[in-house]
């Protein structure tokens, strides 16, 4: 039987790693919010209890837990088991493109490949120096219009969700992140509050979850909205909206991006003459296409 943090002595942060990262595997939770491993995610949750934002400071490993640090480590890591929340929504923090972020049930974790497209500032598909207009459609807690907004300083960012919920979320991190001047939040069901504007660059980690899919999925994304993952029958109605609407909002060699995780092949298959470009990405990732504006009016066509 395991002794309580209470009566155990004084162990390091490597071995309160160690410990963590079997339980967390034993129990055969799911790593996919913002973590892809056990070690990763008992360190979220041990950075949380010691007050940090990284691990870079070489003597931490070594650094002995005081019994208040075992007792609030042991807590956040049976909450972890016991309801299957992703860890990132028990700390309330995480990274996206190298920015914190604040997360909760509000929307989805932050955890799309689009971060290190926006990192490179969409080049060399597009010439960042002349973006001036930015349309993230879908936003959530706002992570990829922030972004977006970081690493395009000269650009103007429109972020639209129909949850209003999500919205209010993404106005605290806009706040936090010093971008209210340049991010604007709109209520809007895709492009309906977007009558007349258009946009450079219009990205998007909408909805693609079909029914199916859905009642399989694991338990962590049960604590995320539905309204952020399920997307119809097959998980194509967003991208369905997006394919049909985007180019009359975007300029003259302007581009499209979405992510359609594992409905890619679907997409292919449906959409056989688009000549999408799949994107790959140096730290894995994919289901991301690219298309311009003039590709996407001869689909429309």
């Known amino acids: 039987m395991r002794r309580s943090a209470a009566t155990q002595p004084a162990i390091t942060v490597a071995v309160a790693l160690r410990r963590a990262a079997r339980r967390l595997e034993r129990a055969g939770v799911w790593f996919g919010h913002g973590t892809d491993n056990a070690v990763d995610d008992a360190a979220v949750l041990l950075w949380h209890v010691l007050g940090l934002a990284d691990a870079s400071d070489p003597c931490l490993l070594a ?47 932050p955890r799309s490949p689009l ?125 369905k909206v997006l394919l049909a609407q985007a180019a009359r909002h975007l300029n003259p060699g302007g581009l499209l991006i979405v992510e359609v995780g594992n409905t890619e092949t679907l997409v292919r298959r449906r959409y056989p003459r688009v000549p999408f470009l799949w994107l790959e990405f140096e730290r894995g990732g994919g289901g991301v296409f690219c298309l311009t504006r003039e590709q996407l009016q001869r689909h429309v066509r």
């Open 63 to 109: 650094r002995r837990l005081t019994r208040r640090q075992q007792l609030a480590f042991e807590a956040l890591l049976e909450r972890r088991l016991s309801t299957r929340e992703p860890a990132v929504y028990i700390t309330g923090r995480t990274w996206f493109a190298g920015l914190p972020m604040r997360t909760d049930a509000r929307a989805l974790v």
């Open 115 to 239: 971060a290190e497209l926006i990192e490179r500032r969409f080049e060399p598909w597009i010439d960042a120096s002349r973006v001036r207009r930015v349309l993230d459609v879908g936003t959530g807690g706002g992570c990829i219009a922030l972004a977006c907004a970081h690493y395009l300083p000269a650009a103007r960012v429109d972020a639209v969700d129909i949850s209003a919920a999500a919205l209010a979320l993404a106005r605290e991190n806009r706040t936090a992140l010093g971008l209210s001047r340049r991010v604007r939040l709109v209520k809007s069901d895709h492009f309906a509050a977007l009558q007349g504007r258009s946009y450079d660059i219009i990205v998007s980690n909408p909805p693609y979850v079909g029914r199916r899919e859905m009642r399989s999925l694991p338990d962590e994304y049960g604590h995320e909205p539905r309204i952020a993952l399920a997307s119809g029958d097959d998980g194509l109605d967003s991208v």
